[in-house]
C-alpha cells in the first residue's frame, strides 16, 4: 500500500509558478508511475501528467509546455512545476501512484489561479 501526500497548492495571480509535490509512503523505486490529475468544479478528473518508473514523462495537451514533472527516488517524492499558470488550470490536483498491486491517490491540493 502507497500513502501519498501532496502539497505546494494556492492562490497565485494568472501568469504565475507553482511547484507541487507529492510524498509517498514508501520507496517510489517499486511504483511504476506517479501521475498528477486535477478536477475542476463541475469537470471530470483529467490527466495532467505522469512519470515513469524511468523518468519518461508525458503531458497533456493543455500543459505541454508550461508544465516540468520530476521524481526523486531518493525523497520518495514526484513534482510539478507549473509555469504561466492560467485561470483554467484551477483545480485540485491529485496524485495517482500505479503499482503492482493497484493505484492509490493522495487527497489532493487546491491550485486557484486569479485573472
Known amino acids: 500500500q502507497v500513502q501519498l501526500v501532496e502539497s505546494g497548492g494556492g492562490l497565485v495571480q494568472a501568469g504565475g509558478s507553482l511547484t507541487l509535490s507529492c510524498a509517498a509512503s514508501?520507496?517510489?523505486?517499486?511504483?511504476?508511475?506517479i501521475g498528477w490529475y486535477r478536477q475542476a468544479p463541475g469537470r471530470t478528473r483529467e490527466l495532467v501528467a505522469t512519470?515513469?518508473?524511468?523518468?519518461?514523462?508525458y503531458y497533456a495537451d493543455s500543459v505541454k509546455g508550461r508544465s516540468t514533472i520530476s521524481r526523486d527516488n531518493a525523497k520518495n517524492t514526484v513534482y510539478l512545476q507549473m509555469n504561466s499558470l492560467k485561470p483554467e488550470d484551477t483545480a485540485v490536483y491529485y496524485c495517482?501512484?500505479?503499482?503492482?498491486?493497484?493505484?492509490?491517490w493522495g487527497q489532493g491540493t487546491q491550485v486557484t489561479v486569479s485573472s
Open positions: 514508501r520507496s517510489t523505486f517499486s511504483i511504476n508511475a
Open positions: 512519470i515513469s518508473s524511468g523518468h519518461i514523462a
Open positions: 495517482k501512484a500505479t503499482t503492482n498491486l493497484g493505484d492509490y
